[in-house]
């Protein structure tokens, strides 16, 4: 039998080696015009749900340490969107019933939409000024998605939160942040 200390080794490996993959395989260019969406935005909204929303308010909190206005969809505190404003969606199939209509509403309401996800062709498209795409594997299984061996979306959720962080480093990069003045943005009440 083999020790649980090689298993874990080889499980790491094939993590890191798929996220590898999946964040090498994202168009620059689509995130380029994310990064220019967050700092020309007013505020900026996200939302997904289940896993891939935990990955966005890790996202999320990470652009208010960059000084942006940002705000999960559904916070006690969210303020009202407007056409200054972007939304960011996250749905690796872009099928999901809550984020495509929250699209459809922000839409609606003037602000601009960027959908995150795998599904280039998903019914989110019509609400949307851009897409980032993670071409990995979703529920939808499309023949051109990056396959896993990890369970469900994980690589989806998973690539979603390094991306969140790829983007932050670009904004502190673009701004021309100083990294330890970005401090006075983290909580203190700890």
Request: hydrophobic letters at 45%; proline letters at 5%.
């Amino acid at each position: 039998m083999e020790p649980f200390g090689e298993k874990y080794r080889g499980y790491a490996a094939l993590v890191l080696d798929e996220n590898g993959t999946a964040l090498r395989n994202i168009e620059p260019s689509q995130v380029e015009a994310l990064v220019g969406g967050i700092l020309d935005a007013r505020k900026v909204f996200a939302v997904g749900v289940g896993r891939v929303m935990l990955s966005l308010q890790m996202f999320v909190k990470r652009l208010a340490h960059l000084g942006v206005d940002a705000h999960c969809v559904g916070e006690i505190t969210e303020p009202a969107i407007t056409p200054d404003d972007l939304l960011i969606v996250a749905s690796g199939s872009g099928e999901s019933i809550f984020p495509k209509g929250i699209a459809q509403k922000a839409k609606s309401l003037g602000a601009r939409v960027i959908h995150i996800g795998s599904n280039a062709d998903s019914g989110i498209k019509p609400y949307c000024y851009g897409m980032v795409r993670i071409p990995v594997r979703t529920k939808l299984a499309l023949p051109d998605e990056i396959p896993s061996r990890q369970p469900m979306s994980s690589l989806f959720e998973q690539s979603l939160f390094l991306l969140g962080d790829i983007v932050a480093l670009a904004i502190i990069d673009k701004k021309g942040l100083d990294m330890s003045s970005l401090w006075e943005y983290h909580a203190n009440l700890e």
